[in-house]
């Protein structure tokens, strides 16, 4: 990780245990993640408000009344709204990214949760996911939340993330490995 990156997640992590501790003892978990994916949402939809939190030439006051109308629109709770806000008066918006997803990996744990990152040469159906998550839950002990993409280079099979382990199935892989097999003979 790069010097600027490992600030950025020393910050949000933070920020993210401030924020996560003040919405459990609010009671105001569920609150919390509806606004957390909410957030994350925005930020991959609009390229607007990530220029907001990013660019060096909007100045505190009007990265506040930005974010702020932002939270007021989304109809954000207390602990959000004020977390931005004084992100926002810190000049520290940028860390939101980071943020979001350390809370997000915070809310699951509270959760019993984990995610798994699972990358797919076609689309799975639904009852492939439900198979698939059944399957891991059973392993990791945990529900398992799928983050499915598909990616056709794999030609076949899954590359499935949970954690730090990986399984991967895909036929680019077999063939990768059978490449490598026949270099060591020939």
Same mark, same amino acid.
């Given at each position: ?24 003892? #609010? ?41 702020? #109308? ?14 931005? &806000? ?16 350390? !809370? ?17 040469? &076609?689309?799975?159906?639904?009852? &492939? ?5 059944? #399957? ?17 280079? !794999? ?32």
């Amino acid at each position: 990780m790069s010097e600027p990156a490992s600030i950025s997640a020393s910050i949000a992590a933070r920020y993210a245990t401030a924020v996560f501790d003040l919405a459990k003892e #609010a009671g105001a978990l569920a609150q919390l993640e509806a606004d957390t994916a909410s957030l994350s949402q925005a930020l991959a939809d609009s390229a607007d408000l990530r220029d907001l939190i990013t660019s060096p030439v909007y100045g505190r006051e009007a990265q506040g009344r930005g974010i702020g #109308a932002v939270a007021s629109q989304m109809g954000l709770g207390p602990v959000v709204a004020n977390t931005l &806000q004084l992100l926002a008066s810190k000049r520290r918006l940028f860390v939101l990214p980071a943020l979001l997803a350390k !809370l997000e990996d915070m809310i699951a744990a509270e959760k019993g949760e984990i995610t798994a990152d699972v990358r797919a040469a &076609q689309p799975l159906t639904d009852e &492939q996911s439900a198979r698939l998550a059944a #399957a891991l839950s059973n392993t990791v002990g945990k529900t398992v939340k799928l983050n499915t993409t598909v990616d056709e280079a !794999l030609i076949g099979g899954l590359v499935v993330k949970v954690g730090s382990k990986m399984i991967d199935t895909s036929v680019a892989s077999k063939l990768a490995n059978l490449q490598n097999a026949m270099k060591e003979v020939g």
